[in-house]
């Protein structure tokens, strides 16, 4: 059974940082393409950030700069490390894990950038 378990999630000022782990299991993680989603109130799912299974990475232009999305492929973990927090950043951010086309989706964390 797949599972996907998004942590770090909190309430951080703006301009604040957080790391936003997801942990995965019941997949050969280092085969997947991996990535963070987010979705704030009355808003569409949207992608912030991916990294193939060789390390690529793509961001959202609204992140970019901001925003670092690496993984750990022996401990079956990626992160999403974000700096510079903006108000507009708060969402729930989704953990997903991608294979020829079928995804996977964690529930997600709460990310809340507010003073």
């Known amino acids: 059974q797949v599972q996907l378990v998004e942590s770090g999630g909190g309430l951080v000022q703006p301009g604040g940082s957080l790391r936003l782990s997801c942990a995965a299991s019941g997949i050969i993680f280092s085969r997947y393409v991996m990535g963070w989603y987010r979705q704030a109130p009355g808003k569409q799912r949207e992608l912030v950030a991916s990294i193939t299974s060789g390390g690529v990475t793509n961001y959202a232009d609204s992140v970019k700069g901001r925003f670092t999305i690496s993984r750990d492929n022996a401990n079956n973990t990626m992160y999403l490390q974000m700096n510079n927090l903006k108000p507009e950043d708060t969402a729930v951010y989704y953990c997903?894990?991608?294979?020829?086309?079928?995804?996977?989706w964690g529930k997600g964390a709460l990310v809340t950038v507010s003073s």
């Open positions: 997903n894990a991608a294979k020829y086309g079928v995804p996977f």
